[in-house]
């Protein structure tokens, strides 16, 4: 099979084809795997490029005027501040060497590093009293987000919802400690911690996943719970939909 | 045309371009201004000072960054002046994302960035291709690329980053 040039996908995305390629192109990708994910990659770059402009042009609003302007006061450590250590970022085995003395930021994010796909990223939650064991992690595999939740107690809910935005946030229960990150073309990367002032409903783990990502996995203990697709969840024994997403329960 | 409905439709949009060009408002506020005021001289339907104003703006910018560069080059056996101090209060964990982005689009060349710029801007693949002198049936291609490229120059500072504390 021919696939499809970075041309045809990026002009597709543009909708810059004529109607006559716009078909040829619409045929293929209904068809091809590989096509569909370049095309998803190309569109997580450009959600990226765009997302990054938004950042850059508030800020660089703010800090104007030959640094005459001030912006407020910003919490650096919401919910982390008292819980020290309890999210670690681990970028393959050298994250010990990137913890940073002086910045509070990256002593409790050790890495805080892009990874492409099948790199072993992960967020893992540790010192939960109740759960010692318990951790949350996330990671590019095979072009597909995967979220392994383990160890929790059982009973424990976990709600599953997709946002607009391009930024997910898995937090533990409680909203004790949360982490948000950006998954765009290939690369997933951990923005910080806390939730940015989006509310997290209710006690459990909660996972906010962008819905525009091409797809994801949500595993528990091993086992496949909900698969993301298309801006839908599908998940094995819901315990409930709340309309803006799905719970689901340890060992349900 | 009439020039004050050009200023009033025309300058957000060019604004913004210019500010993600530099990264800075002054040099956004500057040269815009000196762009709206090369179009009075022009007499360009509305529809054309659009695309003629972006690549001015962009032109200027480029000489802005050229002449930076050469004082650069001669003043380089002076001791550096101390920057402004960075307004203290914005957060750190913004402030690092937002110099990467900085220095990913300073990594991309000049056709790159002011490419990608005006496609966010709303430019079609025809108007990008007259404005940057391509050819338009690659227009697509180069787009892609350079999506490719900034996304690659984001991760590499980051990791370059990370390495070097």
Sequence with gaps: MIHLVDADLQAWMDEELDPGDRIRVAEHLASCADCRDELAELRGAADLFRDSLVVHDEVARMRGRSGAARIRTARRLPRWAGRAAAVTLLVGGAAAAAIVPGSPLRGLIVGNGPAEIGQPVEIVATELPEAPGASISVRLSAGELRVRVREFPGGTRIRIMLIERPVGVASLPHGDASARFVVAAGLLEVVGPGSDGVALPGDGVVLQLPRRMSLGVVEVDGHIAARVSGGRIEAQRQVSDSGDGVVIEVGG | ?165
């Design chain 2, 1 to 165: 045309m009439d020039f004050q409905t050009a200023y009033r439709e025309l300058y957000p949009a060019l604004h913004r371009f210019a500010l993600r060009l530099s990264g800075d408002p002054d040099v956004a506020d500057d040269v815009v201004q000196e762009a709206f005021t090369r179009l009075i001289d022009q007499d360009l339907p509305l529809e054309e000072a659009r695309p003629w104003l972006f690549v001015v703006v962009g032109n200027l910018f480029r000489d802005r960054v050229r002449n930076r560069e050469r004082r650069a080059r001669l003043l380089a056996a002076w001791p550096p002046v101390p920057e402004t101090p960075e307004a203290p209060d914005v957060s750190v964990e913004r402030a690092e994302r937002v110099a990467r982005v900085r220095q990913a689009l300073d990594e991309l060349s000049d056709r790159d960035r002011r490419m990608l710029l005006m496609r966010e801007e709303g430019f079609r693949y025809k108007e990008i291709a007259e404005a940057l002198g391509v050819n338009p049936s690659s227009v697509g291609a180069l787009v892609a690329r350079a999506l490719k490229r900034f996304v690659r120059a984001y991760g590499t500072l980051d990791e370059a980053d990370d390495s070097s504390r």
